[in-house]
């Protein structure tokens, strides 16, 4: 089961500020994907992201957001201007490795809270 | 939509029961999982179950799949306190390759001393 990491736990922020919310697998991978659970909600798909392009998004994802991998290993996301709505957690995921690509195993979250 | 849907929403056993949690889903799917995710943590994942097997067992849990009903099954034999959390299924997105996984609403076990 490859291991992820994210940073930070927690993150409290201004409405309106710009928040980087980071993922760190432990093994190379090409395939990353981004979800969300607003509290007490359903986890919800946001972004997928092969060999450094978007493969797939979801309407959530609006021109607010935006992911990149500033350098080979991190994962990134970032919300341009937070709004209230943004508050939830966020989790990154990643495929399995061979015999269960099609498991995604996920990180422990960053919960964000906008104010 | 694709969604899957659990049932119960809520469930509440003493320990030493089985815990038997419901998934309903909408259009076909490639596969079924079953991640568990305690109080405002992560993700696990359980166990997954291909579109063409019917039943997996890992350890105290079983799975089942009925993809003519589009419904599977997760029964957690012999539950203990730890095995409280909220149980999710999650069905990928099988159209146009896409490998988004589509989660339902889950079902928050409390298995109590």
């Known amino acids: 089961e490859p291991e992820v990491t994210q940073t930070p736990s927690h993150q409290v922020t201004q409405m309106g500020q710009e928040v980087i919310l980071r993922c760190v697998p432990i093994?190379?991978?090409?395939?990353f994907y981004w979800y969300r659970q607003i509290l007490g909600q359903k986890v919800e798909f946001l972004v997928s992201f092969y060999n450094n392009e978007i493969s797939e998004k979801s309407e959530i994802f609006d021109d607010q957001f935006s992911v990149e991998r500033p350098d080979g290993s991190n994962f990134t996301l970032k919300i341009r201007s937070t709004k209230l709505e943004d508050s939830a957690m966020y989790f990154c995921a990643v495929p399995g490795t061979s015999g269960s690509q099609e498991t995604q195993y996920f990180g422990p979250g960053t919960r964000l809270l906008v104010l | 939509s694709q969604q899957g849907e659990e049932d119960p929403q809520a469930l509440s056993i003493q320990e030493g029961e089985n815990a038997t949690m419901n998934c309903s889903y909408k259009t076909s799917i490639n596969n079924l999982q079953w991640y568990r995710q305690n109080s405002g943590r992560g993700l696990v994942h359980l166990i997954l179950i291909r579109s063409n097997e019917r039943e997996k067992h890992s350890g105290r849990l079983r799975v089942t799949l009925d993809t003519s009903k589009k419904s599977s099954s997760l029964l957690i034999t012999a539950s203990r306190a730890a095995d409280t959390a909220s149980y999710f299924c999650?069905?990928?997105?099988?159209?146009?390759?896409?490998?988004?996984?589509?989660f339902g609403k889950g079902t928050k076990l409390t298995v109590n001393p």
């Open positions: 999650a069905t990928d997105w099988n159209q146009g390759g896409s490998e988004k996984l589509v």
């Open positions: 093994s190379n991978h090409l395939y």
